[in-house]
């Protein structure tokens, strides 16, 4: 892991905090569902924490994402409020979306968060026309396409990173590599290496362990600065792994991935224990505090789930509202 | 007889049909060990293999135009699109290929396959994962389109489509799959372009596709109650449409109201009260009324999303006012 | 007042407004130095720059969906697709990504964009370059749909539809980009929502849209030479569309027809006629008829091509019909 | 050029008639545009010779082709008379399709041409389809998918490449880069190096002299033995020019080619000519041969032309026909 630069350690303690934070979201998501008190599905980014946050605390609040089915994860990162997030996950109209838009759609403007999608990889294009409207526009503003590794298996894709690389459009194609798509392992679904799919249209392409929110962090910064200077489009693999099933409601996973390389992961490789040990280690923050960060965000977390369920639910005449607008 | 659920039901029609011709195969997302997200195919694969049940990447218009061009050439291939809001996807290879070859290549080619797709709303999915958009296919020459309303239905259609020697579109309602219904333990098929009565009734016609059908037949539950004698009629596929059997009921009735999943404006309940007013006009005692989805896209917020498709509370005011020849929507 | 063409018309349109607001740009393929195959956008690319008016490779879904995104962070793009037929390529984008984005949003993002495509048939460019596919997103919550049938409502359109805050398709019947018409030397807009009537009458209403206004245009000539007055009226935009004045026309008359270009199955004369026919019902002395294309996919051969799309004769012999309350099809 | 092997003469000659009969039906049809007497427009095939027959003398007739909007050069390659493609070029009932689908969906099933498609790049799913049905059915047939480099800015290639490379299917993708897609240059419209788009699925892909007609036969000889044996896909690119406009009616090129540039190709790199001269110089067939060639193929051409004028219409009747297949 990297060197720790002493100046840095805000960041570093916001990171842990914002991955913390994201696990925490998720928990309580989750144990709203098994509650029964969530309406729908919802998709657990849970383990995959340094992707969206290393990424992410690389940006802007004016430069913008845009995210995917599994995508509260981004939204924390990007500077969401649990309170909003919450009530947009049960429908209430104290919601980020005024409850339209739920878990799948949920958005957050202000941060520049241009929504999740739950078309698998619908939103490549909104990602390219937002980093083209920067260029032409000149707001300095980077985009940040996040999709999963089977987001690969959509033309669309293709169609907008060749016109990125051909009008060398400021954003990063971030592509969250957690081996499934659904119940399918990566290899039944894509042939060839996964970083060439980029480098065929002449993109910069890289990849990076995706459990290690310095090193992603570190290569963001880096693209960052380098797609504001107009040397976009870029390509990140960020090697991950979902510990949840597909979604809420996948429990029974053994007939597409063993337990063991389950475990394998949550033991070894998870981005937010390696990073506290890493914080300790390096004398940034000792375990005390941590473990005061910790109780803080959960109680944050708890409260923002207790106003969420209490909070009221759009009116009805708004249902025919937001259609056009006026 | 047996009651199974319509889940069961598509499950015994592929695998009947594909035991009986080695040229069907399956293709899809999850269909294989997954069997589906909703467990539809479970079975299949280990039945048939991977050689005949196929996992794909998410390419919905890759694998799509893969039918199309198996189909062409010796296979019949069946194409699983895990929601009908991915019809969006698939609308150039389905409309512009799979529906004209047949035409375009002056009869030479064409192309059996079946695209098995769902809709439905209310299941707390919003506005990408609830859609019924059958009336855009509806609207192509060269598709055909089937719309179970039972498990007995989907067996029957489904088999009849994947026999059918031109591109057929089903639409599985996704709140239907664990419905059960009575089918029978031996072969069935269900001719397209037959309509059903599922109810008889000599007061007003309610013409209803998919889960409207149930719809429907509880609205005529409390209609009955009120001395109102309500005809269930389900078209069972809506190309092509058995406009006799629709027509020869409503010159019964006089009345009649259309009730269907899809968005109200520009969707089916038009063609369908368009062709029976037509062709019942002078036995109409009130214009023919439509019941349909919302104008808006499906909120997720859950009362919200209720108010946007038709109840039987809703069915039966309309049929209230069109027996006083009321004209709809306050009008 | 001077005669420009549709095809200037439209020009004119994209020129002024992009003079005034600069977060306006255009894409699509070969629209800078060529100014696209039917030369519409010829000089833009001169006055704006490529950066302005941008040639993107055959990309449909990618370069629409970049106008979206491009939509949602300030710019107000216009984009060109090349035939309306390439709508099946589009339709993930327009439908799941930009008709609902505002709602999903809860009202937070919106999608200023315009699409502009074509339709229309007898060019002689076969079943996948020849349709008139408009009833499909007329169908969805959303999105705004205009159909200009002169150069005069191409440009007035046009202009409010790059204003308009919503995502708006606009279909240019192919056949009328060399039609002349008178068009105001000042700016002018046509509001949204306005039908208007082209030639008033008291026998029958003509509702027709885009290229089928000459065609009522033709027969309302023809009918008046049998001392038949038809009153032809065009919607001008079909979402959203001028109920009223269908209704008050037709409340008037008691006799419609609908024609339009698209299929007639599940199309959008259905709509209208059940619009009609749902609120005026009881001063129809005739069912609302139907006139559109055939439900066939348009074949290349000439004198096939030519009888698959409303004429002024056919319109003739429905009229006459509908005058003597004839049922339409001989049902 | 390749060393000649005398006992392939027959085959070299079968190649010469085939490019020699692509361009006399050209140049037919551009006359029977330029006097009127077609209806719509059309695009000429004129200067790609070599791809379609150096493919297609690879094939069996049992092999299938997809085939372009620019696609008469195809249809001629894999086996078609004149007569019936001048009828359905005029909409005539003895046409291909009976007249329906015209110059831009002519197909010839017993040849194996799935068709032509007015759908940039809308056959290769098609194609990918025919090499699985092929694969499923075990029939041996190998599939060429041709398409113009325009096409390479659709999604669905990727797509279908994708899975051809994952379940290794007998085909090729056909590549013909002619330079442009109607008035647009390639480098405007395709990013990075084109070969590099298949090579990112791991396909195994070449580039080749697309006005050597030898060039490409070996090489597709080579490519169709080892789709044969399973090892497909294989990705082409044919480098090539088109003579003509986009279509018929595109006259003034000046803006987006330059006259010297088409002079260039025609002039020194005619693969018709080219192959004239090699086959004269390795005395495989002599000058007054050639011309006796040309002479037939031209009286072949004008007598279908003749023909298909004075056919008939398909009747009226016909046109709500093929809707359905009973
Ligand atoms: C176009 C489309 N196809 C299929 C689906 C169903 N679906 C939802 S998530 C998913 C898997 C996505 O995999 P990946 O992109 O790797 O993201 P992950 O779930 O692993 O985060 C699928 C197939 C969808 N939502 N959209
Ligand atoms: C999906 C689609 N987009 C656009 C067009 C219009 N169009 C027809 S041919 C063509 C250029 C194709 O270029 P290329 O693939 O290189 O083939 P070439 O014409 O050079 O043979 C275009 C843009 C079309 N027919 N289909
Ligand atoms: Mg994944
Ligand atoms: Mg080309």
Redesign the pocket.
Known sequence: MTIPNISNSETYLRMYRQMVRIRNFEDNANKLYLTAKMPGLT?MYSGQEAVAVGLCEALEKTDHITS???GHGHCVAKGADFQQMFCELLGKEEGYCRGKGGSMHIADQENGNLGAN?????SAGIATGAALSAKRLATGAVTVCF?????LGQGLLYEVMNMAALWSLPIIYAC?N?L???YTHVSEMAAGQLKTRASAFGIDSFEVDGQDVLAVNDLAQDLVVRARRGEGPFFVVLNTY?YHG?HVGDINRAYYRSKEEEDEWKTNRDPIKNFAHWLIDKKIIDQQDLTEIQKDIAAEAEAAVIYALAARYPSEREVGDHVYKI | MREITLSQAVNEAIAEEMRRDPTIFLLG??VAEAGTPFKILSGLVEEFGTERIIDTP?S?PGFTGIAVGAAMTGSRPIVDL?FGD?LT?VMDQMVNQAAKIHYMSGGKLNVPMVLRTNMGATRRSAAQHSQSLHAWVCHVPGLKVAMPSSAYEAKGLLKTAIRDNNPVIIFEDKLMYQDKAEVPEEEYLIPFGEAKIHRPGRDITLIATSSMVQVAQQAAESLAQEGIEAEVIDPRTLVPLDEGTLIASVKKTSRAIVVDEGHRNYGITAELASRITEKAFYYLDAPVQRLAAMDVPIPFSPPLEDLTVPTPDRLVVAARAALKGELPHGA
């Open positions: 998709h995917t089915h599994r739950a078309i698998v990889g619908g999709f999963g590794d089977g987001a969250e957690n499934y798509g659904e979902r597909h | 997302e999850d998410i919905e895990m991915f996807l």
